[in-house]
C-alpha cells in the first residue's frame, strides 16, 4: 500500500524503478557518484567549468513560467530535464516537451514532477515524457495495477506519432 505523500517515478517501458537523483538548490564542493537535479537558475548560474566537473551528473528543473531559451545551447550538457507540473489546469509543460522532442532535438530524459494525475499520463507520454515522478494516491495506484488511462482516439499530432489512418485527415484510428 502506498502512502499519500510517497513520490514514485515511473517510466511507460519500465514501470516504477528507483530514482538517483537528488533534487539541490546549489552543488557540493566536489562531484561525487550522485546526480543533481538543479533548478533552473542554479543550472544557469554554473560555469562552463562546474558543467565539465559534473558532467552526466547534472538536470535542470523548468518551472512552467520559465523560458526554455536559456538552456538551448547547453543541452548537450543536460542529462535529464524535469518539467514541472504544479497544478492539473497548468498544461504549459506539454508545450515545453513537444517543443524539446521536436525542434530541438532534446534525447535525453524528460521527466513530469508534480501534480501528475491519471488523466495526464497518456497524453505526457505522447508529448515527450519519458519519465514520470508520481505522488497522487490514485495515481500510484492505477499504475501499480498496469492501467494507464487515456482514450482510444486522438486528433492532435504529438512528438510520439499516432498510427497512420487512411483517407481523411479527420478520421483517426485507436491508439495502440
Known sequence: MTE?????????????????????????????????LLPLASFLALGDNSRAEYAGLLGVEIAPGEA???????LEDIALISL?????????????????????????????????LIDQVPHMIR???SELEIRNPTTLKRLENGETGGIE????????????????AWRRRASA
Open 4 to 36: 499519500h505523500n510517497e513520490t514514485r517515478l515511473w517510466t511507460p517501458t519500465d514501470g516504477f524503478r528507483d530514482n538517483d537523483w537528488l533534487r539541490v538548490e546549489e552543488l557540493p564542493s566536489q562531484a561525487g557518484e550522485s546526480r543533481y
Open 68 to 74: 526554455l531559451d536559456a538552456v538551448l545551447p547547453l
Open 84 to 116: 514541472s507540473f504544479p497544478a492539473f489546469g497548468d498544461g504549459r509543460s506539454y508545450s515545453k516537451a513537444e517543443l524539446l522532442r521536436t525542434r530541438h532535438g532534446y534525447n535525453g530524459p524528460l521527466r513530469a514532477a508534480g501534480d501528475v
Open 127 to 129: 508529448t515527450g515524457f
Open 153 to 168: 482516439h486522438h486528433y492532435q499530432p504529438t512528438a510520439k506519432q499516432a498510427a497512420k489512418a487512411g483517407g481523411y
